[in-house]
């Protein structure tokens, strides 16, 4: 191996929860860890209004806030954070070699924490609206529509979860879907469809999200008879899949059929020493507190890694 020298001991690419915790906890592991933040950093969070469910806030606190303190944080330990976006990788050489535009990193591990982006309706109104009654996370979110009329876009495993876990909170739930057929599995679509509160409208697209300041309902098309309606709605839940942000990595790590890095042992890619931490392998849990302690494991592991390189590896 040559170059160790030059290399640094960690790089992290991603500065949402899974990549700030890492950094924290590298800094403590005296990885020294280097952050490639993206030019848009702090990812999901910082479209979300307030959070209620991160420990240690017993006040809400907003997600660009949360992401800012974690931020500080890592800074006050130690972590060196860079705004680029990370363009290319290069996992088939060792020392690794990340690309930005600023050139070429070395690394002895990495952890890959790039998140995952929620898909959107492509509507000016649902951007518009975004955190005033359209949401893309109900567990976050369905506290808010206590008592409420909702409902969720979308016919997959999240759409079923997502309608479910609103009905302990809203008084009814309307499943938009554009076809007549669900595409969730058997189990989440039977709970829901056995659920009083929820109710189904098929071969259905939302047009427009209304309201001003605040959702008032939506405009639904029906693509069978081209028929508009208006649904009179407090809130709005878009559930119709995530897009892992893994473009870079593909050919360099195994994605699974998704396109999300496949893990295992918990955190490991399919490459010895690039470790995985967050919503660009886990679309089960993709919380914020789930990601931050995959960030903890990913730089255990890393940790780990690194220790038996430079032990195992002979000064040049
Ligand atoms: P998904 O399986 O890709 O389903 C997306 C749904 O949204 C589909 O019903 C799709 O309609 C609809 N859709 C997509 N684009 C749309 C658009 N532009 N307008 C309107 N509707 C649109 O995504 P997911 O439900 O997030 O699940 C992702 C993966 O995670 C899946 O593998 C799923 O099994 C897994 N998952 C598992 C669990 C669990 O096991 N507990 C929970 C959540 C997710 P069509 O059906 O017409 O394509």
Known sequence: MKGNETAEKLVII????AGLTAAIYGCRADLNPLVFMGTKYGGQLMLTSEVENFPGFPDPVLGPDLISRMKAQAERLGARMVQDDVVAVNFKSYPFEIQTASGITKALSVIIATGANPRRLDLQSEMRLMGKGVSNCAVCDAFFFRGKKVAVVGGG???????????KFASSV?????????????ALKNE?????????????????????GKVRGVKVKNLKTGKEDELEL?????????????EIFRGQVDLDPKGYVAVRNGTESSVPGVFVAGDVHDFRYRQAITAAADGCKALIDA????????????AN
Not at 157 to 167: R, V, Y
Not at 192 to 212: P, R, Y
């Open 157 to 167: 495993d999240t759409a079923m979860e997502e309608a479910t876990f609103l009905t």
């Open 14 to 17: 991603g500065s949402g929860p």
């Open 303 to 314: 940790e780990k890694f690194v220790k038996q390189k430079l032990e195992t590896t002979p």
């Open 192 to 212: 829901a469809m056995a659920n009083q509160k929820i109710s189904f409208l098929w071969d259905s697209s939302v047009t427009e999200v209304l309201g001003d």
């Open 174 to 186: 309307q499943v938009i879907h554009r076809r007549n057929e669900l595409r969730a599995s058997a």
């Open 234 to 246: 407090d809130g709005v839940f878009v559930a119709i899949g995530y897009d892992p942000n893994t």
